[in-house]
Nanobody, 120 residues
Framework: QVQLVESGGGLVQAGGSLRLSCAAS????????MGWFRQAPGKEREFVAA??????YYADFVKGRFTASRDSAKNTVYLQMNSLKPEDTAVYYC???????????????WGQGTQVTVSS
């Protein structure tokens, strides 16, 4: 049973930074793509970033501001978020894919989410 637990969300002013963490248990993250998604009120869930053993992937709206990383020894992935904007306000979810590649259709295991609120 895969469990993903996000932490690090909170309230921050525009221009500030937060680092989200996602601790995985039940299955190593080494061989699997790990993604970050977000869902704002009244909107659909959208892709934010992902890491695989071959690279990193980002949505256009976070390029240059967010950095996804992983620490295999800790079985944890991170999302460093800088230059935050009010439109980044959302619940952020960590997800693990069934396989090693980043495929938006392949994320099967999800955390409970952590709230990020950016004030103007």
């Amino acid at each position: 049973q895969v469990q993903l637990v996000e932490s690090g969300g909170g309230l921050v002013q525009a221009g500030g930074s937060l680092r989200l963490s996602c601790a995985a248990s039940g299955r190593t993250i080494v061989s699997y793509a790990m993604g970050w998604f977000r869902q704002a009120p009244g909107k659909e869930r959208e892709f934010v970033a992902a890491t695989t053993y071959t690279g990193r992937y980002y949505a256009d709206f976070v390029k240059g501001r967010f950095t996804a990383s992983r620490d295999s020894a800790k079985n944890t992935v991170y999302l460093q978020m800088n230059s935050l904007k009010p439109e980044d306000t959302a619940v952020y979810y960590c997800a693990q894919a069934r396989g090693p590649y980043h495929d938006l259709q392949d994320y099967r295991f999800w955390g409970q989410g952590t709230q990020v609120t950016v004030s103007s």
